[in-house]
């Protein structure tokens, strides 16, 4: 009979889960890069807006001003987003550590209960080793002792013939 371990289910539950958990931390990673190129992007409009600046009319001046303050306040807004999206990202990965702990926990579970699955399986084949050794052994004696009377009867008949003789 082939190993079952009984606990199977849970543990294929447990793997789902996990890799829910696991989609969760890449969606988490998305944002994440998600934001870090939109820094990116409003880092380059930053450079590009000065280089612009300097190229332009000194009448430009303000106008250029107000939208580096824009892009400015722009970029706090995204890196306070990052921060979250790192925070976010980090709860996920605890997440999944202890979904990946919780499914580690029942496999060396499983694993333990293997071992001691094969190891009855050794001693039940052992003990039906035994038997048929022993039965072996009974069927060779009663054989023998079969033949040692067998032998006895021939003898005392050969005995009785050479005495009626």
Do not use: C, W
Request: no cysteine.
């Amino acid at each position: 009979m082939p190993f079952r371990y009984r606990l199977q289910k849970f543990l294929e539950i447990r793997i789902r889960k996990k890799e829910e958990q696991l989609q969760e931390v890449i969606k988490a990673q998305a944002e994440v890069d998600r934001i870090e190129l939109l820094i990116i992007k409003n880092n380059r409009e930053i450079q590009d807006t000065r280089v612009n600046m300097r190229k332009s009319d000194p009448m430009m001046y303000d106008g250029f001003d107000k939208f580096l303050k824009h892009l400015y306040q722009k970029g706090e807004k995204l890196e306070e987003e990052r921060q979250e999206a790192l925070k976010a990202l980090e709860i996920e990965k605890e997440k999944l550590r202890e979904r990946e702990k919780e499914v580690n926990v029942l496999e060396k579970h499983k694993e333990h209960k293997r071992e001691e699955y094969l190891q009855e399986q050794k001693a039940l084949e052992l003990k039906q080793l035994n038997e048929i050794g022993a039965q072996k052994h009974f069927a060779k004696t009663r054989e023998a002792k079969e033949e040692e009377a067998l032998e006895e009867l021939i003898q005392e008949k050969n005995d009785y013939r050479k005495h009626r003789k």
